[in-house]
């Protein structure tokens, strides 16, 4: 079954539920730099770091070695014997 949805019509139930007091509009961005050569599976890693504005990323993974010659975005990985909780 397929559903298809006049333009007007999604439009006026997006405005609708817009009004309502419980319903947040969020806008993703999406991007893939694909940081990771090595491990692409540990992008998330970084792009949690850079959402959450973090300070450090404590990581073992050598994969991040090369990550660390790039000026942009700047993250700051250290190791995990070297990570202190204040």
Known sequence: MRLVLDT????????TLLRLSNVIEVNPIHFNWR??????DDDKFVYTYIASR????PKNDRHFNRRQ???????????L???RFP
């Open 8 to 15: 007007n019509l999604f439009r006026k139930y997006h405005r």
């Open 35 to 40: 940081l990771i050569e090595g491990d692409p």
């Open 54 to 57: 973090s300070d450090i990323l």
């Open 69 to 79: 010659s790039l000026l942009f975005p700047k993250v700051i990985c250290v190791k």
């Open 81 to 83: 014997t070297e990570f």
